[in-house]
Nanobody
Framework: QVQLAESGGGLVQAGDSLRLSCAAS????????MGWFRQAPGKEREFVAA???????????DYADSVKGRFTISRDNAKKTAYLQMNSLKPEDTAVYYC????????????????????WGQGTQVTVSS
């Protein structure tokens, strides 16, 4: 049974940085795709970034256009943790951020869809003031 727990959210000003962490427990962390999504009030949950398993998926990454060049997703398999480094934050980045695990895939395929993921964390709030 895989469980995920996010941390690192908070209130920051526009232009600041934050690093979110997602700690996993259970099944071999190194073998599956990890994703980050976000949900702003009144909006649907949207894809932010994903990273493939390193051994079988080459550690490939993918980003939403809205965060490309500002956010970086990474994973530390020894620590069973995925990260989302967020730089140059904007007020429109304000949302609850969720990490998710796609237990059936090692490579990136269909990873932008929420339905691809089997396990979700509880979410962490990120608020960016102007």
């Amino acid at each position: 049974q895989v469980q995920l727990a996010e941390s690192g959210g908070g209130l920051v000003q526009a232009g600041d940085s934050l690093r979110l962490s997602c700690a996993a427990s259970g099944r071999t962390f190194s073998a599956y795709v990890m994703g980050w999504f976000r949900q702003a009030p009144g909006k649907e949950r949207e894809f932010v970034a994903a990273i493939a398993a390193i051994t079988w998926g080459g550690g490939r990454t993918d980003y939403a256009d809205s965060v490309k060049g500002r956010f970086t997703i990474s994973r530390d398999n020894a620590k069973k943790t995925a990260y989302l480094q967020m730089n140059s934050l904007k007020p429109e980045d304000t949302a609850v951020y969720y990490c998710a695990a796609d237990l059936d895939h090692s490579s990136l395929a269909g990873h932008r869809a929420t339905t691809q993921y089997d396990v979700w964390g509880q979410g962490t709030q990120v608020t960016v003031s102007s």
